[in-house]
């Protein structure tokens, strides 16, 4: 927002107030780069920014500009990737590890999934050892 300049001193008090405030509500209108991510700006009077976006799924936050991958679900190291074309986070495990959040390890020939709660081996899951369940292979 810039100073607003009053021109003339003949001008009240409340009219220079006036013309601040209609200054500031017109930086809040929607703008091209109001809302991030291919979200749509609407024109809110109500709300106290002036406008609300509508974001494309995986994507949130006041302006669009959080997506999934900002959460960090991804487990053990993995890389999150968002598709642009449809929003979609997904991702990329790092060897030995899979499912949709990386969460389950394969133990490989040398490990034996267990339940680390009961510390029970559970060699039935080495190959889908689940982190999620407090499985890990050891
Ligand atoms: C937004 O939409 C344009 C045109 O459909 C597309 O090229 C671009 O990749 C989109 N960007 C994101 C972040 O979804
Ligand atoms: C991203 O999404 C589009 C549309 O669903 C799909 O065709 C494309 O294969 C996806 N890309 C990747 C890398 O998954
Ligand atoms: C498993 O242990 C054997 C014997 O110590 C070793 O030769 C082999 O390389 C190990 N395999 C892996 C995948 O670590």
């Excluded at 995986?58 to 598709?83: K, M, Y």
């Excluded at 133990?107 to 267990?114: K, Q, V």
Aim: with cysteine; aromatic share 10%.
């Amino acid at each position: 927002m810039g100073l607003l300049f009053c021109p003339s001193l003949a001008l009240t008090m409340m009219t220079c107030v006036f013309l601040i405030q209609k200054q500031l509500s017109q930086t809040c209108e929607c703008e091209p780069d109001s809302c991030y991510n291919n979200g749509t700006c609407e024109e809110k009077a109500d709300d106290p920014s002036g406008f609300q976006c509508s974001c494309p799924s995986d994507f949130f936050g006041e302006r669009c500009e959080l997506s999934e991958c900002q959460l960090n679900n991804c487990w053990n190291g993995a890389t999150c990737v968002l598709n642009t074309t449809n929003s979609v986070s997904s991702c990329i495990c790092p060897k030995g590890y899979h499912g949709t959040w990386c969460k389950k390890a394969k133990c490989g020939e040398n490990a034996t999934c267990y339940d680390t709660f009961r510390f029970k081996p559970l060699p039935e899951n080495n190959e889908n050892c689940d982190i999620e369940f407090n499985q890990r292979c050891l």
